[in-house]
C-alpha cells in the first residue's frame, strides 16, 4: 500500500487492532490482515465487492456429465438401463406367477427361477 490518506491509515490502524497509526506508505504482513479478518470469512469480504465467485470446476463437471447424458451414447446407456431394470422386474413377476400356478416347489418353477436368474442383471 502507498500513500494512505489520514483516514485510511486511522481504518487501518482500525482493523489491525493498533494504536499505532500506521506510515503512509505501510508494510502489512498477509497473516496480520488476515488474522484481523477471522471474525468475518474471507469469502464474504471478496464478495462483497465482487460477487460470489463460482465454483468452476464443479460447474465444468455438471456440464460435462449434461453433455453425456443428452450425447446419443449417453441416451442410448439409459435407455438399456431402463430396459434391463424393466427386463429384470417383469422376469420376476413372471417367476413369481409361475410358482403360484405351479407351486414353488415344482420342477417347472425351480426351472423358470433358474432361467431368471441366469439372464438377470449382474448384482440381482
Do not use: C
Not at 487492532?17 to 484481523?36: C, F, H
Amino acid at each position: 500500500m502507498r500513500g494512505l490518506s489520514e483516514d485510511e491509515r486511522h481504518a487501518l490502524a482500525e482493523l489491525l487492532a493498533t494504536d499505532r497509526l500506521p506510515a503512509a506508505d505501510p508494510r502489512v504482513a498477509i497473516a496480520a490482515l488476515l488474522e484481523s479478518l477471522d471474525p468475518v470469512p474471507f469469502e464474504t469480504v471478496l464478495n462483497e465487492p465482487v460477487g460470489p465467485l463460482g465454483n468452476r470446476a464443479r460447474q465444468k463437471s455438471e456440464i460435462a456429465s449434461a453433455r453425456t447424458l443428452l450425447s446419443g451414447v449417453g441416451l442410448a446407456q439409459l435407455v438399456m438401463e431402463v430396459y434391463q431394470q424393466a427386463a429384470a422386474e417383469a422376469s420376476q413377476q413372471a417367476s413369481a406367477a409361475m410358482s403360484d400356478m405351479f407351486g414353488s416347489e415344482s420342477e417347472a418353477a425351480g426351472f423358470i427361477r433358474q432361467a431368471v436368474n441366469r439372464y438377470a442383471p449382474a448384482g440381482e
